[in-house]
């Protein structure tokens, strides 16, 4: 049970954060950056597959292997 009523409870701060230049922008790049990333890990990864029974990518694959069993840096 709440004991404090709300009052005044507005929507003005959403309206800032939309409305602000830089959110966009940083919304921009991050999605910029996912992309970029997925498109290359589709790549890498095809590639490996496609390729992967020759001995030379084979030894490649510890480095994909290591980023599984390496914990990732935030």
Do not use: C, Q
Not at 10 to 28: I, R, V
Not at 45 to 71: C, D, E, H, N, Q
Request: glycine share 6%.
């Amino acid at each position: 049970a709440f004991t404090h009523a709300w009052s005044g409870f507005t929507t003005h701060w959403y309206e800032e954060l939309f409305s602000a230049y830089e959110a966009w922008d940083a919304l921009k790049n991050s999605l910029l950056i996912a992309l970029s990333t997925v498109g290359l890990s589709l790549t890498l990864g095809s590639t490996l597959i496609f390729f992967g029974s020759r001995s030379a990518v084979k030894r490649l694959l510890l480095l994909f292997y290591g980023s599984l069993a390496m914990p990732e840096i935030v």
